[in-house]
């Protein structure tokens, strides 16, 4: 299938806020479900509670909208009922590494078969701009008016210490990288997860002195530091920065796999209960 073809267009334009990157991580979705050569039907796209949990609302995939930070939980179950799907799950800050927490590291652990693509935008942009796990020290929000006093997680090293066997990051603006590490991801047996940092220009960026949206996307990318370049700076250089690039991947048995091995054990020893 095309990218476009897993569009709905009938339900166009979207109600992301001018100057958000979600768009543009939607695009690098479609972009990425073409690479794959997944069909619509074949797919299930699982969300949570939050503004890029809306993205289910404009594709043509099966679609489970949950509840806050459950989406993982869901994702899980959906995954060991119907092997044979694949399973994308959409997180922000707050529903995947806040709320959410310990499914998202359970799930890391586990090597569960999905896919997660988690928008950073710092906040809790849907419920008003409220301060969430990624937010980062001394920034403002509308509860933290008098500066930030928590350091913010750095959800590819917690995704990589927790046993993610995929981990990537990338900015919303570098639309080709993250369909590129979206579909490699996807391709990959296990638990892949890729972080993509957004704007939220409503909130977080009028919170922060960046009263256009440019003002962000300057900012976003100013802070963004490859990889490659990365590992030749010192921690005092890349203070304030994030790195963007692949992190983690490597092969493992995912937990779908090791269930079904169990499954296997239970009914050969219920069998030969039976023929006793």
Not at 116 to 134: D, F, H, R, V
Not at 151 to 175: M, Q, T, W
Not at 237 to 263: A, C, H, M, N
Request: hydrophobic share 35%; aromatic share 10%.
């Amino acid at each position: 299938m095309k990218s476009t073809e897993f569009i709905r267009y009938n339900r166009l334009p979207h109600r992301w806020c001018a100057g958000c990157g979600y768009g543009q991580v939607m695009n690098s979705l479609t972009k990425a479900f073409e690479k794959t050569g997944i069909t619509n039907e074949n797919t299930v796209v699982v969300s949570g509670i939050g503004c890029w949990g809306h993205v289910d609302s404009y594709l043509t995939t099966n679609a489970f909208h949950g509840t806050h930070g459950r989406a993982l939980a869901f994702a899980t179950g959906i995954k060991l009922a119907n092997p044979s799907l694949n399973v994308v799950v959409i997180l922000g800050d707050g529903d995947g590494v806040t709320i959410g927490g310990n499914h998202f590291i359970q799930a890391c652990r586990r090597n569960i078969d999905v896919t997660a693509i988690l928008c950073n935008n710092y906040n809790y942009g849907m419920t008003g701009g409220q301060y969430s796990g990624t937010t980062p020290e001394h920034s403002y929000t509308t509860t933290s008016v008098y500066g930030h006093i928590e350091p913010g997680f750095d959800i590819c090293k917690l995704a990589e210490g927790a046993g993610a066997h995929y981990v990537a990051r990338s900015i919303s603006e570098n639309v080709m990288q993250t369909a590129d590490y979206i579909a490699e991801g996807m391709q990959r047996k296990g638990f892949a997860l890729i972080e993509v940092v957004a704007p939220c220009t409503t909130h977080y960026g009028r919170n922060n002195n960046m009263k256009r949206p440019s003002e962000f996307y300057k900012w976003i990318k100013s802070c963004a530091v490859p990889k490659a370049a990365a590992e030749k700076m010192t921690e005092e250089q890349l203070e304030g920065k994030f790195v963007i690039g692949k992190f983690v991947d490597r092969p493992g048995v995912d937990y779908g796999t090791k269930y079904l091995e169990v499954q296997k054990k239970a009914q050969a020893v219920a069998a030969a209960k039976a023929a006793e």
